[in-house]
């Protein structure tokens, strides 16, 4: 068995998959990391792990502490010229992120067609896979917090407030709560049009995020809760 680890801008989420599915998963503030060992530890079976890293140097370090002390041999994932049937089209293939490269490898083992692979967290990603496996480029926006953070940050009216969606706000909370998943929709949206007219084609769509996107989208599309974990999982399996 597989632990997967898939260290994200702000928490880390976790996975035990035997090669056929997912044994146990789930979330760690990086401000438990004394208790890592603890959890991991507790993960009967598992013979190795494989981590994406983008929370930088002092997780990465902590990560590969607990793991060595477990005794679980870790395999670091960074973006590869071609891996598990995925080609990369960036000019320079170890620049892109370890976690956006696991979820087209992910993307890439649910479905065949053309894919346009969303991750929804801090950050949000939005990539482009066509049929043939070949990562043809994507982009990178603030994610719905950043974006209502930085509203509030940097306006001197504006709340840093809980709102809901609405077609047609009418209060200020539910007017920034719905301008933010409005950009963040139209973003995914734009970007569909690169897969739009390719085999079979879908819009996959992970991380925290997604579950307030997905009803805002109108081509067809599919939330994955482990969209990393499950490129992650292939990767330690060699698939």
């Not at 997912?22 to 890592?36: I, N, Q, T, V």
């Not at 301008?179 to 996959?204: F, K, S, W």
Request: aromatic residues 4%.
């Amino acid at each position: 068995m597989i632990l997967a680890i898939d260290c994200g801008n702000s928490r880390l989420k976790w996975g035990v998959h035997d090669g056929t599915g997912w044994r146990a998963s789930g979330l760690l503030d990086y401000a438990e990391a004394d208790g890592f060992a603890g959890v991991f530890g507790a993960q009967r079976g598992v013979l190795r792990s494989v981590v994406a890293n983008v929370a930088g140097t002092r997780i990465g370090e902590a990560i590969a502490a607990t793991l060595a002390e477990l005794g679980l041999p870790a395999t670091w994932v960074r973006g590869e010229r071609e891996q598990c049937g995925v080609r990369n089209g960036y000019a320079d293939p170890h620049q892109l992120g370890a976690d956006r490269w696991a979820a087209l490898i992910g993307a890439r083992s649910l479905h065949g067609g053309g894919c346009l692979v969303v991750n929804a967290g801090t950050a949000t990603t939005v990539d482009v896979l066509d049929a043939d496996g070949v990562f043809q480029g994507g982009i990178i926006l603030p994610g719905v917090h950043l974006m209502r953070s930085v509203l509030a940050r940097n306006t001197a009216l504006l709340p840093l407030a809980d709102g809901v969606f609405a077609e047609l706000p009418r209060d200020t909370a539910d007017a920034i709560a719905s301008g933010c998943l409005h950009a963040q929709a139209g973003a995914i949206e734009r970007m569909y049009t690169q897969v739009a007219n390719l085999a079979d084609p879908l819009c996959l769509v992970g991380g925290g995020g997604a579950a307030a996107l997905i009803p805002l989208l109108g081509m067809p599309r599919r939330q994955v809760e482990h969209l990393v974990l499950e490129g992650l999982a292939r990767i330690g399996l060699g698939q």
